[in-house]
């Protein structure tokens, strides 16, 4: 073991080191160029973070995420800092999290253990995913480091076959990002988002590291559907993806995660075509407004006024009416673009709007608003409303969020 050494009070040692070694073979330089490569990204566009976080079950997609990140960020002088979470949904699970922590120490990691409570909605599975994402939400945001997580290909696979059978488009059937940023700042990575759970298990097999199994991911497991019938994952998981490899004669988890990919890229020239629409629309009314103002003021001077008064100022027939609304999209910018563009983006104008968590249902309603108009009222929409207001080519969707009760 090299010589430890010391970084913001915390010990960063090379046990992790030790077992990977200096030129790694098989499914261990697998698992270590994947996560080089991932974190070497993010240094060089974001600079060198205070440390890395990383998510830790216990499982071998995990242990081998943890154990080549502490390599690879203990060389370069970062610390680590594993979070187990502690469900509390089965007997025992409070002592095997702190096993897990204990040997994220052993191999150099600043372990933590976060117990948190799951009784939100949508049932256990759902529940505990978002008790774990705010748990690992929290230490990033206080150790100012992205959260790595060990998704890998089948992990991708899966999320695509589950949301292809909701009947998504390709907004959803992206699936499973290898990097995200949220907009309170936490950045997501997921390094091994194209290696195979082979690999994460072949990785920590090689080093002898034994990884916890959790029988709530097992398809006879204690979790249950409203149904009673095995969780949607891991029916997916053991039952689904065997039957399309035996069915088409072939494995179907790299095809799937191209799939998520492609409409990745789809997705991504949508999105820019309408937030393009969106940002040419409000500057145009920003220019016509200041101009309305410069012309009142008889002075070339840019107007005090705000932003709703500059949208009410060329409202023009739709008046003070929408001056009282936060976010506005004029009918004659996005009527006739393609119908994937145009809802794309009705969701960025709601966005801007404070308006998030739209439906299906509601982009269909906002979208007859533009095509279908027959003088419908005000949509409501989760934490807001939208309406049309004016007439022909003044005619604009307004938004704005309810107020704060």
Not at 96 to 112: F, I
Not at 338 to 351: F, I, K, Q, Y
Not at 353 to 366: E, M, Y
């Amino acid at each position: 073991m090299s010589t430890p050494s010391r970084r913001r009070g915390w010990r960063v040692c090379a046990d992790a080191s030790r077992l990977v070694g200096v030129n790694p073979r098989g499914s261990v330089r697998a698992c270590s160029l994947a996560v080089r490569a991932c974190l070497r990204s993010f240094i060089d566009e974001a600079g060198v973070p205070s440390a890395f976080v990383v998510g830790l079950s216990g499982g071998a997609d995990s242990l081998a995420l943890a154990l080549t990140a502490i390599d690879v960020a203990s060389r370069a002088g970062v610390d680590v800092v594993t979070v187990t979470v502690d469900h509390g949904l089965r007997a025992g699970s409070a002592q095997e999290a702190r096993r897990v922590a204990d040997l994220a120490g052993r191999l150099g990691a600043r372990a933590l253990t976060v117990a948190v409570s799951v009784d939100g909605p949508g049932g256990p599975e759902a529940s505990a995913r978002e008790a774990r994402i705010a748990a690992l939400r929290e230490v990033a945001l206080r150790e100012g480091g992205p959260v790595l997580l060990g998704h890998t290909m089948e992990d991708q696979a899966e999320t695509v076959l589950l949301r292809l059978a909701r009947g998504s488009g390709p907004s959803s059937l992206r699936a499973i990002a290898p990097i995200r940023r949220d907009e309170d700042g936490v950045t997501w990575l997921r390094p091994l988002l194209g290696l195979r759970r082979a690999d994460t298990a072949g990785a920590c097999e090689q080093v002898g590291l034994t990884p916890v199994e959790d029988p709530t991911n097992a398809i006879d497991g204690p979790w249950r559907a409203a149904d009673g019938s095995a969780l949607r994952r891991s029916a997916v998981r053991y039952g689904a993806i065997p039957a399309l490899a035996d069915a088409l004669g072939m494995d179907p988890v790299p095809a799937l995660a191209r799939t998520a990919a492609l409409c990745a890229a789809d997705d991504d020239a949508l999105n820019g075509w309408a937030r393009a629409l969106v940002a040419g629309a409000r500057e145009r009314a920003v220019s016509g407004a200041d101009a309305a103002a410069r012309a009142a003021d008889g002075s070339d001077g840019m107007a005090r006024g705000t932003l709703r008064d500059r949208a009410q100022d060329v409202a023009g027939e739709a008046g003070a009416e929408a001056g009282e609304w936060a976010s506005s999209l004029a009918v004659a910018d996005v009527v006739g673009a393609p119908r994937a563009v145009r809802t794309r983006a009705l969701r960025e104008a709601a966005r801007r709007g404070g308006i998030r968590a739209l439906a299906g249902a509601h982009v269909d309603a906002l979208d007859d608003l533009v095509v279908a108009w027959r003088g419908q009222g005000p949509i409501p929409l989760p934490g807001g409303a939208a309406k049309r207001v004016g007439r022909g080519a003044r005619a604009l969707i307004v938004f704005a969020p309810h107020e704060p009760a």
